[in-house]
T-cell receptor, first 114, second 116 residues
Framework: KNQVEQSPQSLIILEGKNCTLQ??????????LRWYKQDTGRGPVSLTI?????NTKSNGRYTATLDADTKQSSLHITASQLSDSASYIC?????????????FGRGTQLTVWP | EADIYQTPRYLVIGTGKKITLECSQT?????MYWYQQDPGMELHLIHY???????EKGDLSSESTVSRIRTEHFPLTLESARPSHTSQYLC???????????????FGQGTRLTVV
């Protein structure tokens, strides 16, 4: 069964600190992995997208890593800001069908305190 | 910023009413999706479309229906709303991928539906 598991479920950090969010997946055959940021009551916004040949991709203070062998990804947030408070969702796409189905994790709820 | 729009953003409606949630995108994307998301839970695919006149049911059983008469428009309709339909509905679109399917999926802002 294709699954995406994220940890931790929730996380509270102080402003200015770094944090790392984890994503493990069993989706096969793998196409790509995306990290989205979803503010409360809004739609997800893409942060990074990586194929199996990419190990690291950065977008400002966000750095995503991918280990296609162990089927693990992480999202590292540097120098956190209050505006980083949101749910971070790991999404894995397969290439076993024309659709390229998207499999969603439940997200990590990040809260940044001043 | 993605050019995909959902209306209304919020809707409170009585049981038994018929409602249509609108979704439009101006990016010329072939694929469009409807997801349902409850608070703190993952997104569940309820409908998708490859293009005009193509609609398919997703993973989560839903009493809603969709239509795709135009590329840019993918409305979702509930013929008779019930309290169990209370949820957030998210629309998304993407290009049909080639090769590895490394295509971006863009989401609308969502419609928060409450059926009383």
């Amino acid at each position: 069964k294709n699954q995406v598991e994220q940890s931790p479920q929730s996380l509270i950090i102080l402003e200015g600190k770094n944090c790392t969010l984890q994503c493990n997946y069993t989706v096969s055959p793998f196409s790509n992995l995306r990290w989205y940021k979803q503010d409360t009551g809004r739609g997800p916004v893409s942060l990074t997208i990586m194929t199996f040949s990419e190990n690291t991709k950065s977008n400002g203070r966000y750095t995503a890593t991918l280990d296609a062998d162990t089927k693990q990804s992480s999202l590292h947030i540097t120098a956190s800001q209050l505006s980083d408070s949101a749910s971070y969702i790991c999404v894995v796409s397969d290439r076993g069908s024309t659709l390229g189905r998207l499999y969603f994790g439940r997200g990590t709820q990040l809260t940044v305190w001043p | 910023e993605a050019d995909i729009y959902q209306t209304p953003r919020y809707l409170v409606i009585g049981t038994g009413k018929k409602i249509t949630l609108e979704c439009s995108q101006t990016m010329g994307h072939d694929k469009m999706y409807w997801y349902q998301q409850d608070p703190g839970m993952e997104l569940h695919l309820i409908h998708y479309s490859y293009g005009v006149n193509s609609t398919e049911k997703g993973d989560l059983s839903s009493e809603s229906t969709v239509s795709r008469i135009r590329t840019e428009h993918f409305p979702l309709t509930l013929e008779s709303a019930r309290p169990s339909h209370t949820s957030q509905y998210l629309c998304a679109s993407s290009h049909i991928g080639q090769g590895l399917g490394n295509t971006e999926a863009f989401f609308g802002q969502g419609t928060r539906l409450t059926v009383v």
